[in-house]
């Protein structure tokens, strides 16, 4: 869903606005943040339901943000004019900070923003990741793709942490490596799972020196004559993200319960997409890796658990 930064007429800032108006305007902005939020069709917002509401909808607020700027990153067009999208919803942001609201997210994410203490630099952080994605994408080795999977999802974990809550004398020096870790382990699933689609971009986010390492390029990840290259260097990449996910498992104790259902939810997804990888023995081109129903519900269910005190 590719929104336009452009406002509606209803929606600019709060300058000269009442408190009455200020307030107005900021539920009319969680409300097109939820809908936004709702038309993505992703199951982020079951997982959201295990948080109160005020949580809940920052959430949202902060989910409709990456939508959005994930939608210039990727809609269509050349690549200059996409450039200068995304810039100028760079710049909407820098001015939302400042107060000035430019499009209908803007005074809920800012809300948000001030509310649970998210530092500016994360959502800035996501779009240095999203203009990575503008052009032709290759890896030189491991630490710039960690550099990359850091602005993309770790920064969106530390913030989503700022929301969630953490337990009575947890400090952030406590819970942001864990949280790092977890986007990092995220990142490297979904760049597993989406290898053939972000080829077709021209997207290669598997480090060159590895895949020379390998000598298993791009172009040969569809051989037969290369499959045991592939399956190789696959379960190197496996075993890397797995590595990550065991370092964010020591997040679940830091946060409040509500924080470790949702926590729960979302990891446990992720590893069941990795597992589900090596199920169809790393064949990531023939279908989309997706959850079967049945698994998506049994996470589901055990963050449901956690939140009632249950597990």
């Given at each position: 869903?590719?929104?336009?930064?452009?406002?509606?007429?209803?929606?600019?800032?709060?300058?000269?606005?009442?408190?009455a108006?200020?307030s107005?305007?900021?539920?009319?902005?969680f409300?097109?943040?939820?809908?936004?939020?709702?038309?993505?069709?992703?199951?982020?917002?079951?997982?959201?339901?295990?948080?109160?509401?005020?949580?809940?909808?920052?959430?949202?607020?902060?989910?409709?943000?990456?939508?959005?700027?994930?939608?210039?990153?990727?809609?269509?067009?050349?690549?200059?004019?996409?450039?200068?999208?995304?810039?100028?919803?760079?710049?909407?942001?820098?001015?939302?900070?400042?107060?000035?609201?430019?499009?209908?997210?803007?005074?809920?994410?800012?809300?948000?923003?001030?509310?649970?203490?998210?530092?500016?630099?994360?959502?800035?952080?996501?779009?240095?990741?999203?203009?990575?994605?503008?052009?032709?994408?290759?890896?030189a080795?491991?630490?710039?793709?960690?550099?990359?999977?850091?602005?993309?999802?770790?920064?969106?974990?530390?913030?989503?942490?700022?929301?969630?809550?953490?337990?009575r004398?947890?400090?952030?020096?406590?819970?942001?490596?864990?949280?790092?870790?977890?986007?990092?382990?995220?990142?490297?699933?979904?760049?597993l799972?989406?290898?053939?689609?972000?080829?077709?971009?021209?997207?290669?986010?598997?480090?060159?020196?590895?895949?020379?390492?390998?000598?298993?390029?791009?172009?040969?990840?569809?051989?037969?004559?290369?499959?045991?290259?592939?399956?190789?260097?696959?379960?190197?990449?496996?075993?890397?993200?797995?590595?990550?996910?065991?370092?964010?498992?020591?997040?679940?104790?830091?946060?409040?319960?509500?924080?470790?259902?949702?926590?729960?939810?979302?990891?446990?997804?992720?590893?069941?997409?990795?597992?589900?990888?090596?199920?169809?023995?790393?064949?990531?081109?023939?279908?989309?890796?997706?959850?079967?129903?049945?698994?998506?519900?049994?996470?589901?269910?055990?963050?449901?658990?956690?939140?009632?005190?249950?597990?």
């Open positions: 869903m590719t929104e336009s930064c452009a406002a509606p007429v209803w929606f600019s800032d709060f300058s000269g606005a009442s408190a108006q200020a107005f305007q900021v539920r009319q902005s409300r097109y943040c939820r809908a936004v939020t709702a038309a993505a069709g992703s199951s982020f917002p079951l997982a959201f339901r295990l948080l109160p509401a005020a949580k809940r909808s920052a959430m949202e607020a902060l989910y409709a943000y990456m939508r959005i700027s994930d939608d210039l990153a990727d809609q269509p067009g050349e690549l200059e004019q996409r450039r200068q999208k995304l810039a100028a919803w760079r710049a909407s942001l820098t001015a939302a900070i400042a107060g000035h609201f430019t499009h209908p997210i803007h005074a809920a994410l800012i809300d948000t923003v001030h509310r649970f203490t998210i530092p500016p630099q994360y959502l800035y952080d996501t779009l240095d990741g999203m203009e990575t994605d503008l052009g032709p994408v290759r890896m080795n491991f630490p710039e793709l960690y550099r990359y999977c850091y602005r993309v999802a770790s920064a969106v974990g530390l913030a989503c942490v700022r929301i969630w809550g953490t337990r004398g947890v400090t952030a020096a406590d819970v942001e490596p864990p949280a790092e870790a977890a986007g990092i382990a995220f990142q490297l699933t979904n760049i799972r989406d290898l053939g689609d972000d080829l077709s971009r021209d997207r290669v986010y598997l480090p060159a020196d590895e895949l020379d390492h390998f000598a298993c390029g791009p172009e040969r990840w569809r051989d037969p004559s290369c499959a045991n290259r592939f399956r190789a260097l696959m379960q190197f990449q496996v075993a890397r993200a797995r590595a990550y996910y065991r370092r964010s498992q020591a997040l679940l104790p830091l946060l409040t319960t509500d924080g470790r259902a949702i926590f729960h939810v979302m990891a446990g997804a992720y590893r069941r997409l990795l597992d589900e990888i090596e199920r169809r023995h790393y064949d990531v081109f023939t279908h989309r890796v997706r959850l079967p129903a049945w698994r998506k519900a049994a996470v589901y269910l055990a963050g449901c658990c956690i939140k009632s005190g249950l597990w």
